[in-house]
Nanobody, 119 residues
Framework: QVQLVESGGGLVQAGGSLRLSCVVSGRAFNTYVVGWFRQAPGKERVFVARIRWIGDSKYYADSVKGRFTISRDNAKNTVNLQMNSLKPDDTAVYYC????????????WGQGTQVTVSS
């Protein structure tokens, strides 16, 4: 079992920044892939970014590339999502999730944190 707890959401004006954090714990969590997803009101949940705990490779959705940065802090067992140049379209509940590998899919999810970007 892997547990994930998000924090850092809030209300920000367009053009502003927020940093989300996801504390990861549990069995062998540091061998997993950790991803961020978001779900806007009335829409499906979509992929935002992911990072491999081993090797540190990263991948971003086109909609956030160049504005968002995913990183991990080994000392704090945390995966961060730095969000800059925020737009109203970034408004959503943001979730972090963990996958043993891409073929297995994301089996573990956090509870989500709300991000609201005002125009």
């Amino acid at each position: 079992q892997v547990q994930l707890v998000e924090s850092g959401g809030g209300l920000v004006q367009a053009g502003g920044s927020l940093r989300l954090s996801c504390v990861v714990s549990g069995r062998a969590f540091n061998t997993y892939v950790v991803g961020w997803f978001r779900q806007a009101p009335g829409k499906e949940r979509v992929f935002v970014a992911r990072i491999r705990w081993i090797g540190d490779s990263k991948y971003y959705a086109d909609s956030v590339k160049g504005r968002f940065t995913i990183s991990r802090d080994n000392a704090k067992n945390t995966v961060n999502l730095q969000m800059n140049s925020l737009k109203p379209d970034d408004t959503a509940v943001y979730y972090c999730a963990a996958a043993k590998d891409m073929a297995s899919g994301y089996a573990y999810w956090g509870q989500g944190t709300q991000v609201t970007v005002s125009s």
